[in-house]
């Protein structure tokens, strides 16, 4: 989806705050280290005056290009920066203070608070922008029931179990090293038994942690691309929603397989799960299709990339919604 001008004008509005406020704290700091160090404060101020002779030299020696050499005169200049800038580490080690303290501070380190990297748009402006632009409201909604901390595996037994407490302690994974591995994930299995769960929990803990989460179920996600695709008017809107689909952290599609299978949704999701791979950026599917199926159902090359980079995982078991039902009614007085 494409953000109107003034939801562009709002993000951009908080890089220049951080901007703001880095600037502010670092002349806060600067201002203690030049009291508490007079010595940093003269070293600093040379640094201007030395390239303003050189640039003097450098004029001077246009009306005379014998006097003058300015290779010598750059590199012996440089020399003299790499010295002082030495210095002035040595001389905050010395006070106490960390070699760094007085190097520029950035929110993300990747845009330096521009929102935008190699003319893309940074992660972290996507974190924004998918908050601003995809209500998040109904995965916060289920989160609020649904997460690790109320993860019960009573509901299996024997092979089951074994099969859930494994990508139980996948999912856990997958949240703990999110930000180091890059991995994808692929739940299948009947109804009921876990995998929409598991995926609201790590959509819980990392929208917690501030990463752009797009939780979309299959049937929401392909009516949203088709109804962009086939409106011309559209088209920057769903350039939009691709940048979003493709950049965001996570993308997960909830219950592949419900859609109306067509060629149109073969390819979309072909397109987004390799440009995702691409980009080096975790999916997570789930879906009541076995392997079999989804090889029958789209084409080879989606089952070929989830098979080859996609964790797989089998749920199975009895229905837990219909176990609690049952286990409701049991508790139930009579009527
Ligand atoms: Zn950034």
Redesign the pocket.
């Known amino acids: 989806m494409a953000l109107t001008s003034d939801q562009y004008q709002s993000i951009m509005l908080t890089y220049a705050e951080k901007q703001d406020r880095h600037r502010r704290e670092l002349e806060r700091r600067r201002a203690g280290v030049y009291a508490a160090i007079p010595e940093y404060r003269a070293l600093e101020e040379s640094v201007p005056a030395k390239s303003l002779s050189y640039l003097t030299a450098s004029l001077e020696a246009g009306a005379d290009a014998d006097g003058f050499d300015p290779a010598g005169a750059e590199a012996s200049l440089k020399k003299e920066f790499e010295a002082a800038a030495q210095k002035k580490k040595d001389l905050l080690v010395s006070h106490g203070y960390p070699e760094n303290y007085l190097e520029p501070l ?12 190699d003319g893309h748009k ?4 996507i974190r924004q922008e998918v908050s601003l632009l995809y209500s998040q409201s109904h995965v916060c909604e289920l989160a609020r029931t649904e997460n690790f901390s109320v993860l019960s595996e009573k509901w299996y037994k024997g092979v089951d179990l074994q099969r859930f407490h494994k990508a139980a302690e996948a999912s856990r994974l997958f949240v703990r090293e999110f930000d180091t591995h890059s991995r994808s994930l692929y739940f299948y299995g009947t109804v009921g038994t876990g995998k929409s769960f598991l995926s609201v929990c790590i959509a819980h803990d990392l929208i917690e942690s501030g990463h752009s989460v797009l939780y979309f179920s299959a049937i929401s996600l392909f009516e949203k691309i088709s109804s962009y695709s086939f409106d011309y008017k559209a088209r920057e809107s769903l350039a939009g929603l691709y940048e979003d689909l493709y950049g965001c952290d996570l993308l997960i599609i909830d219950d592949l397989g419900t859609e109306t299978t067509n060629t149109f949704v073969t390819s979309q999701l072909f397109a987004c799960i390799n440009e995702r791979h691409l980009r080096g950026r975790s999916t997570l599917i789930s879906t009541n299709l076995s392997l079999a199926e989804l090889q029958a159902r789209y084409s080879d090359r989606v089952f070929s990339r989830i098979t080859s980079d996609y964790s797989i995982f089998q749920f199975t078991g009895n229905d837990i919604r219909l176990q609690k039902k049952l286990l409701a009614k049991q508790a139930a007085p009579p009527d």
């Open positions: 950035y929110d993300c380190p990747v845009c330096r608070d521009t929102g935008f990297t940074c992660r972290c402006f």
